[in-house]
Every structure is written in structure tokens, then in C-alpha cells.
């Protein structure tokens, strides 16, 4: 089993920064990619981005690019997610995921065969 949690959120104003961080831990843990993702209220969960951990190859939601980054620490089992220039449509509850053994793609802006996830933590950016 693989246990991901996230840390980080909170309250910030519009254009300030935060950066959300993603433990994961397991006995098995082995998987190729992590990411992020999203679910503001009334709204599906969006796919923001994600990282190949062996080779830090990168991917990012249009809305986010040029503002939001996406790094791991592989020592630490740990993915990262700097997020700056914030604006009031980034609040979001954001998730952390971690692929399965099938592997993972992005269709259609959201996230695929992503296994694992984790409770998420609320991102509120006021105007």
C-alpha cells in the first residue's frame, strides 16, 4: 500500500506564492510518476501537473504554466509543487497522486491511472 500525504496549503492572497509538498511512503512504492490535481467547488477535478521521477521530465495545465513548478526529491519520496502569482481561480482542494503498475496518461485535461491519491489539502486565494 502507498500512503501520500500532502502538506502546505492554506490562505494566501492573490499574487503570493505557496508550495504544497507530497510524502509518500509504502512498502511497494514504486511508481514511475507522481502529480497534482484539483477540484474547486462545483467543478471536476483537474489534472495541474505532474513529473516522471526517474528522469524529471515535466508536464503542466495550460492555466498554471510559467507560474506553478512541479519538482521531486526522490531521496525523500517527496514531490513538490511551487505555486506562484496565485489567483482567486486557483483555490482549489489539491490532490496528490501517485501512478499504479499500469501506468498513467492525461486525456481529456484530467489524469489517468493514477492508483493512489492522497485526502488533499484546500488552497483559498482571496482577491
Known amino acids: 500500500q502507498v500512503l501520500l500525504e500532502e502538506s502546505g496549503g492554506g490562505l494566501v492572497q492573490a499574487g503570493g506564492s505557496l508550495r504544497l509538498s507530497c510524502a509518500a511512503s509504502?512498502?511497494?512504492?514504486?511508481?514511475?510518476?507522481m502529480g497534482w490535481s484539483r477540484q474547486a467547488p462545483g467543478k471536476e477535478r483537474q489534472f495541474v501537473a505532474a513529473i516522471n521521477l526517474a528522469d524529471g521530465w515535466t508536464y503542466y495545465a495550460d492555466s498554471v504554466k510559467g507560474r506553478f513548478t512541479i519538482s521531486r526529491d526522490n531521496a525523500k519520496n517527496t514531490v513538490y509543487l511551487q505555486m506562484n502569482n496565485l489567483k482567486p481561480e486557483d483555490t482549489a482542494v489539491y490532490y496528490c497522486?501517485?501512478?499504479?503498475?499500469?501506468?498513467?496518461?492525461?486525456?481529456?485535461?484530467?489524469?489517468?491511472?493514477?492508483?493512489?491519491w492522497g485526502s488533499g489539502t484546500l488552497v483559498t486565494v482571496s482577491a
Open positions: 497522486s501517485a501512478d499504479g503498475p499500469k501506468g498513467w496518461s492525461l486525456l481529456g485535461g484530467s489524469l489517468r491511472g493514477m492508483d493512489y
Open positions: 509504502g512498502r511497494t512504492f514504486s511508481s514511475a510518476a
